[in-house]
């Protein structure tokens, strides 16, 4: 049995696609109720397809969902009463006008005419869409159109909003506007919100939550500052002039002390240092002695990049630009 | 059902009266088939077996429904963008009823078939087209453009959810839109096709709406080859529209 109190609990789901692509190999999370909750990956990690099953709208080939107390493959109707959804697409009709896509959507949940037009208005209202309200979809900015998209999310005032990369394609001023709206979004102490992302900065700012996803499972789950936190030391990044043979650049490093977990990709090296700033000279003064010198070298504190990296062995950016 | 049908339609239909051009587009080729090749072709009815209509009388019932055919056959390029552009999900994600998504398909296909045929009607009458079946046969003529269209929005809908490519929706359309054109009474009295072509006719639903709207419009139609025709055309739309339904259940599993 489920307990209640879970926004959304899923155990080991699996989805295999036509083709034999495994999207979900045996992934489990648990959302806590008001919590704000980011699936974080890169693309291909099986976000989206998690996302469509807690949504209904396909189904595992193995596992249990349960979404806002309902099971949702047993009884997808009623978790469809309960959630809403901003997708990737974004699915508003571009020949209707906001209002109209607004008004549509209440009337398939079955509001009332009175009900509906006083919900639609405090909706257009909220997102600062009242003036663009009688204009074609067609005619919105990404990010008018978006905000429409979350409007249109919460007519039915869900226990819990999922939202498909909600930042995806926006321009930066969209997007933090859009942040913005969902940090408002997660005060509501009611709303449980699972937001995906591949971007790490994104996860870090709006999640209380994180479980990073690599091949259809979760590698790890927790606080963004719990998982920085699990990382001793600073992060070393290191990019070299020329492209190393193999292992040189890593032996080199090895020997330097307080210099751990290094990983090679091409002329880039990671490490981790108790210390950054101590053992930049020496990890400098060791490559230069191998025959490989440094172009640039950066410290930083721990972020949810280097979480990924430590968890699913490799750099995050590597897979996005794939 | 019925409110979320209704809702449904009505976002469909908008699109439809939003952009009123459309069905002027949709009737350039129907009136390129009455008059164009309505003038070119004039004299077959002097051939001998013809009969004593006017030409321009005679292909009426094929060009309605032949247009019906022609603007049907592309539903599936418009449900294959709503699919893309994440529409039909935001749908699906809601409690609406699923069956109320595909009635919406049929009952706007069913309204723009209605005045796409009333017009051609209308301009063939006002162009010396003569009906002497009266409102009713114009009404049969309509209920088969209406059927014949059915068939082919659902199947092409079927095919859009089922390839998702564009190029299988074209390709499939230009295939079968000019065989089932000319396998039929359309432009031809049977007793003048070759025979193995005749023979075909038989086959061809294209036919069995134009045989049974032509019989409704005239004098004194023989009901027979009214209901005969029609009710094989309403088997067959019913069977399109539960494929395609099954279809859609297909898609929901493969998002």
Redesign the interface.
């Known amino acids: 049995m489920t307990s209640v109190a879970a926004a959304v609990e899923a155990n080991g789901l699996v989805k295999t696609?036509?083709k034999g692509v495994r999207a979900l190999d045996g992934l489990s999370i648990a959302v806590r109720p008001g919590e704000v909750f980011a699936l974080l990956g890169p693309n291909g990690a099986g976000k989206s397809t998690t996302i469509?099953i807690l949504?209904?709208?396909?189904?595992p080939d193995a596992g249990t969902v349960t979404v806002a107390g309902h099971d949702a493959l047993a009884h997808p109707?009623r978790v469809?009463?309960v959630?809403g959804?901003v997708?990737?697409?974004?699915?508003?009709?571009?020949?209707?006008t906001g209002r109209?896509n607004l008004m549509?959507?209440g009337?398939?949940?079955?509001l009332p005419s009175r009900q509906l037009r006083k919900r639609v208005a405090a909706l257009l209202d909220r997102f600062a869409l009242t003036e663009v309200a009688r204009r074609p979809v067609s005619t919105y900015s990404g990010g008018t159109q978006r905000r429409l998209d979350v409007a249109?999310g919460l007519m039915?005032r869900p226990h819990v909003l999922f939202l498909d990369e909600p930042t995806a394609g926006l321009d930066p001023q969209a997007r933090t506007a859009m942040w913005a709206e969902i940090g408002r979004l997660a005060a509501d102490e009611e709303l449980a919100i699972v937001l995906t992302t591949h971007h790490l900065e994104e996860a870090d700012r709006l999640a209380r939550r994180v479980s990073i996803v690599d091949k259809g499972r979760i590698v790890v789950t927790g606080s963004p500052d719990q998982l920085k936190a699990e990382l001793r030391g600073d992060a070393v990044h290191i990019e070299l002039r020329d492209e190393p043979s193999d292992g040189l650049a890593a032996r080199a490093l090895e020997a330097v002390d307080g210099v751990r977990e290094i990983t090679v990709a091409g002329r880039r090296l990671s490490a981790r240092a108790d210390d950054g700033a101590a053992a930049v000279p020496h990890a400098l003064a060791a490559l230069e002695r191998a025959g490989v010198p440094a172009a640039t070298v950066t410290v930083a504190r721990p972020s949810l990049d280097d979480v990924y990296l430590r968890y699913a062995g490799r750099r995050f950016d590597e897979e996005v630009t794939a | 059902m019925i409110a979320d049908t209704w809702w449904m339609t009505q976002r469909r239909l908008r699109v439809f009266v939003r952009q009123p051009w459309y069905l002027v587009f949709t009737l350039i080729q129907p009136v390129i088939w009455l008059f164009l090749f309505g003038n070119l072709f004039k004299r077959v009815v002097d051939l001998p077996g013809f009969g004593s209509m006017s030409y321009l009388t005679y292909i009426v019932p094929g060009v309605v429904v032949m247009s019906a055919m022609a603007s049907n056959m592309w539903a599936g390029m418009g449900t294959m963008e709503e699919i893309e552009r994440g529409t039909l999900n935001r749908f699906l994600v809601t409690p609406v009823r699923r069956g109320a998504i595909m009635n919406a398909n049929v009952i706007e296909q069913a309204v723009s078939t209605t005045v796409q045929s009333l017009i051609i009607v209308l301009l063939a009458w006002a162009s010396g087209a003569r009906f002497p079946g009266g409102p009713a046969g114009v009404v049969v003529l309509i209920v088969m453009a209406v059927l014949l269209g059915t068939v082919f929005s659902a199947m092409s809908n079927a095919v859009g959810m089922l390839v998702r490519q564009r190029e299988t929706i074209i390709g499939l359309n230009t295939l079968l839109l000019l065989p089932l054109t000319f396998v039929s009474t359309t432009f031809m009295n049977e007793d003048l096709m070759p025979h193995w072509m005749r023979a075909l006719t038989d086959y061809n639903p294209v036919n069995w709406a134009v045989v049974a709207a032509r019989e409704a419009l005239a004098e004194r139609p023989d009901r027979g080859d009214v209901w005969l025709p029609a009710v094989g055309l309403l088997l067959l739309a019913v069977l399109m529209v539960w494929l395609s339904t099954r279809t859609f259940r297909t898609y929901q599993k493969a998002v």
Not at chain 1, 87 to 96: F, L, N, T
Not at chain 1, 107 to 110: A, E, K, V
């Open positions: 696609y036509p469509k949504t209904t709208l396909t189904r109707e469809r009463r959630i959804v997708a990737q697409r974004s699915g508003a009709d571009p020949a209707a109209e549509l959507h009337r398939l949940y079955g249109i039915n």
